[in-house]
């Protein structure tokens, strides 16, 4: 079997593990910051970060990144960890970066004492205005001189609420003229009077996140602390901070984030869509969201060959949403249960079929599992077919219905249909077939074979349900380029609800039993659905039509 290469990062790591690095031990941190649900782009992450640890023997620390005290809640940190959970992952430790609130604050009178950090009184639009340009050095602050003590009475002051939100910041002092922005004398720390959903009222300064995410990192002896893109330019900050601080020695490495056609997936326009209503909440079925794809009938081991399957990458791309779609088809190819449904239904009426008597056939539950087993599936005088599925003037090659043509009816009898009934307007409202008593699949003695196999569903014994057909939330499919604000492109007409008619056992289908509805797609029930009223969501189509 062939080698799969290895990605960037797993090249780093077996040469950290060959040169003896941390004694070869691999330890990795999936970070989120709880103000919203996990998206398909996190799962990537995770499924990188506990991926490469489990791959080297090493473990995965899960931390909430709650340093931020107005935008995080509990609620999503359980969502996080279910989700993680459900992707199939487990954490070797759960931490919070607030539970490090007296370590930071210890490490910023460190920087203090060692003439590294200063208490500035400027406001924040007079720190920008000294900040300079990417090509001009900026100026120092007029507070940047003040003596180690002072600076050390003003901090522990702040730290006690003596002064107003806004008033006065810590500042790394590192350098004005830095090539690198965010080295010009960062901002560490802030003064907030926010209620913390973890320390509740205990402080009212907080660590500026990049103040509080290496230190983290170091705190947990992180070996591989691997974030996206966008944090390139915060590395020297991370670094700088380790070495004058001289605290354990943790690694940034940053890949591409995941970005799909077709999607928004930055956690404050998902959290846009839902207060405004455009979706139903987090775990709408159209959202990118692992709970969103959950119920919509996502299993966790395609987003896994997903995220496996788009790799690692340096360099920022997008990925077509199909790809997601594919793996998911593949996966449920193999372990979905088969059932009929008809979702546009025409009656065909067997006239040679006795009145009032209910058959059962057999019928395989999944092909594809020679350990599926069957079910059983009543047969009667009037079934329901597709409307699809019957032609008055059918093309050649039409192996469907139509008048003196014959079809099976799956793992039931094969039938011809003799009269196509119209009402007054001339619409086709019934079929008079008959069938072929010794056709029956499983004892077929007829000699006759035909192309088509239909499904199909006796009318007396039909449950209708409702089925909600989604299509994708937004019609362009490159969101980051296209013009205008995100909500413009929304497509309206995401939502289909038909009613369908089903075979009576999916009455005992649960919110985990992945379905095929034969020859339609695949479905689950919805977590909407009571034993009254069953609700299914398609979760894809059985073939890739999109740009047909
Ligand atoms: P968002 O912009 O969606 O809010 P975020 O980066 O602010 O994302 P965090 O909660 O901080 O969200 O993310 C936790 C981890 O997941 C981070 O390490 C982040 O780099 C990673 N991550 C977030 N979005 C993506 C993505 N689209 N692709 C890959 N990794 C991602
Ligand atoms: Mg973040
Ligand atoms: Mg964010």
Redesign the pocket.
């Known amino acids: 079997t062939e080698e799969k290469s290895l990605n960037f990062i797993e090249q780093i790591i077996e040469e950290d593990i060959r040169t003896g690095k941390h004694e070869g031990r691999v330890l990795t941190r999936?970070?989120?910051?709880p103000n919203?649900y996990l998206?398909i782009?996190?799962a990537?992450?995770i499924c990188l970060n506990f991926g490469v640890a489990q791959k080297y023997g090493g473990g995965t620390n899960l931390r909430f990144?709650d340093t931020n005290p107005v935008t995080e809640d509990t609620e999503y940190v359980e969502s996080i960890k279910n989700d993680v959970q459900w992707l199939g992952f487990q954490w070797v430790n759960e931490f919070y970066a607030s539970d490090y609130f007296d370590n930071l604050y210890a490490f910023a009178i460190d920087l203090i004492k060692k003439g590294l950090a200063y208490v500035d009184e400027s406001t924040s639009e007079q720190i920008a205005s000294l900040k300079g340009t990417p090509t001009e050095p900026g100026t120092n602050s007029p507070y940047r001189d003040r003596s180690v003590e002072e600076n050390l009475d003003l901090f522990e002051r702040m730290k006690n609420g003596e002064f107003p939100e806004g008033s006065r910041t810590l500042r790394a002092k590192i350098d004005m003229a830095a090539p690198n922005m965010i080295m010009r004398d960062p901002i560490i720390y802030r003064i907030k009077f926010a209620h913390h959903h973890r320390t509740g009222d205990k402080w009212c300064i907080y660590p500026m996140y990049d103040f509080a995410h290496g230190q983290s990192d170091s705190i947990e002896q992180i070996t591989h602390s691997i974030?996206?893109l966008e944090f390139i330019p915060h590395r020297d900050l991370y670094d700088w901070c380790i070495d004058k601080l001289e605290i354990f020695p943790s690694k940034q490495y940053e890949f591409a984030?995941?970005?799909l056609t077709y999607t928004v997936?930055?956690?404050?326009k998902l959290l846009q869509l839902v207060n405004e209503g455009h979706v139903t909440g987090w775990d709408d079925p159209r959202m990118p969201t692992i709970s969103g794809l959950r119920r919509r009938g996502y299993t966790p081991e395609s987003i896994r060959e997903f995220c496996d399957r788009i790799g690692i990458a340096r360099r920022d791309n997008l990925i077509d949403v199909s790809l997601l779609e594919f793996c998911v088809r593949e996966h449920l190819n193999k372990i979905a249960q088969r059932r009929m449904v008809v979702l546009d239904p025409l009656k065909v009426v067997i006239t040679n079929f006795p009145e009032d008597t209910v058959e059962l056939c057999l019928s395989e539950n999944n092909p594809e599992d020679p350990n599926g087993g069957m079910r059983e599936v009543p047969f009667s005088r009037e079934v329901y077919i597709e409307r699809e599925d019957f032609m008055e003037n059918p093309p050649k090659k039409f192996f469907r219905l139509a008048v003196g043509q014959m079809v099976r009816l799956k793992s039931a009898y094969i039938i011809r249909c003799d009269e196509a009934i119209k009402d007054e307007a001339g619409n086709i409202i019934e079929l008079r077939c008959s069938y072929l008593e010794n056709s029956k699949s499983g004892n077929d003695t007829s000699g006759i074979n035909v192309k088509g196999t239909l499904h199909w569903v006796s009318v007396s014994e039909a449950l209708p349900i409702e089925i909600r057909q989604y299509d994708r939330l937004f019609k362009v499919e490159d969101l980051a380029s296209a013009e205008g604000d995100f909500k413009d492109h929304i497509n309206p007409n995401s939502l289909e609800v038909i009613t369908g008619y089903a075979e009576p056992s999916l009455k005992e289908a649960t919110v985990d039993t992945k379905i095929q509805f034969v020859r339609k797609g695949y479905f689950c029930l919805d977590t909407d659905a009571t034993p009254d009223k069953l609700i299914f969501n398609r979760t894809v189509g059985l073939k890739d039509t999109w740009g047909k």
Do not use: V
């Not at 999936?30 to 910051?33: D, K, T």
């Open positions: 999936f970070p989120p910051e919203g998206h782009g996190h990537k992450s990144d974030c996206t984030r995941l970005n997936m930055s956690k404050r």
